[in-house]
């Protein structure tokens, strides 16, 4: 994740930034999903990780899927 996937990410969720990229505003009620934003971004980063280091197909999309549900929210 680089400095202009964190700033979409917050902009997204919210936050206002000045010239310089610098946050001069975020509502409280944007954190969550800030932090949301990011801890999604960081498991798509896991899962093609995990895609290129199994061997099997199966054991890839079973892992995947495992950090996958980590982000769903429970019923």
Known sequence: MNRDDI??????????????????DMPEHCFEKFAALVAAHEREACCKIVYGLCE???????????IRARGEVPR
């Open 56 to 66: 099997s197909d199966n054991s890839a999309q079973r892992t995947v899927e495992a």
């Open 7 to 24: 700033i979409r990410m917050a902009q997204e969720a919210g936050a206002f930034f000045d010239g310089d990229c610098s946050v001069y």
